[in-house]
């Protein structure tokens, strides 16, 4: 899509969707940091579009090749089974291969067992996407946390429909309005932390990455500011029980007095200069040095 820059600018990053939501289902970070280590930069003045959901459904032809095929037929039993649809490919041999997997980000991410986690999966999922080098396009849909729409699905027989509710206006001003509802709460979260992202010079398109493998619990992605001055570590639980960060010497480097500002939760995260951060189930943590 980029040519030699000459084709174009800014290309969605088709590949992190399925991967990500992969992993966060599976509880391990090993095939997303295995691709994001790999992966070619684009050319000078081009940047990823860094998306989790869009319009369409998460697509998942990106997959082949990374994942093994029962992989991906697991994943999407699962959507199937938190009320989603997978659209289908017809191969050579006459057999069916899924396309793509209809359903919100926020649903296919779902505990239908424990809301408050789930809900902490699906804010890891887009603190990850938020952090990575590039620019971040995030669906109307994400920013609010809309589950599947099935009545909309019932009217129109469609798969994509799930994913495009059409909200009425005083309906979400109602929801937004209430600090109890999963909606307010998520568009609280997400308005809170794009405003730290766009005050972090260290998340500017142009500022290095580097993907740091502290094992598959965790994925980890160093963000230093253009100019040196500036360096944040962002962590992430990929799993659903507390995981311990596997070597602090970064940290411990980074930050000599064992604590650090967490950019997302806006408070300070402390873990002494002789231990190991620990992290909560799906936590996200974004730790800036400044």
Known sequence: ???????????????????????????????????????????KGCHFLNFTASHDGV???????????????GLADEIRQKGGFVSMRRMEDGSESPYE???????????????????????????????MKGIPAVYFHSLCGTPND?????????????????????????????????????????????RMRAGCPAFHPEAPQEI??????????????????????????????DSKVSDMSLLNSLFPEGKARDLISGGEIAWGKKDALTLRPYQAVWLSTS
């Not at 990053?13 to 997303?32: D, W």
């Not at 990106?62 to 029962?70: A, K, Q, R, V």
Request: proline share 5%; charged share 20%.
């Open 101 to 131: 997997l209809n359903s919100t980000y926020f649903s296919a991410l779902s505990d239908p067992k424990n809301e408050e986690m789930g809900m902490a999966r699906f804010q890891c999922s887009q603190a990850v996407a938020l952090a």
């Open 1 to 43: 899509y980029f040519g030699k820059g000459d084709e174009a600018h800014a290309v969605y990053q088709f590949s992190l969707p399925p991967l990500l939501l992969h992993g966060l289902l599976r509880g391990t970070s090993e095939h997303l940091t295995d691709w994001a280590t790999n992966l070619a930069p684009p050319p």
């Open 150 to 194: 099935l009545e909309g699905y019932k009217v129109t027989k469609r798969n994509r429909t799930v994913n495009r509710k059409k909200w009425a206006q005083d309906e979400l001003n109602q929801l937004l309005d209430d600090q109890e509802t999963l909606p307010a709460q998520i568009f609280s979260w997400y308005s809170r932390t794009l």
């Open 212 to 241: 740091l493998n502290f094992g598959s619990d965790l994925f980890a992605v160093r963000r230093d500011s253009t100019d040196g001055g500036l360096s944040v570590i962002c962590l992430f639980n990929f799993t659903s029980e």
């Open 59 to 73: 697509g998942v032809r990106p997959l082949e090749g990374i994942l093994p095929h029962d992989e991906i037929l």
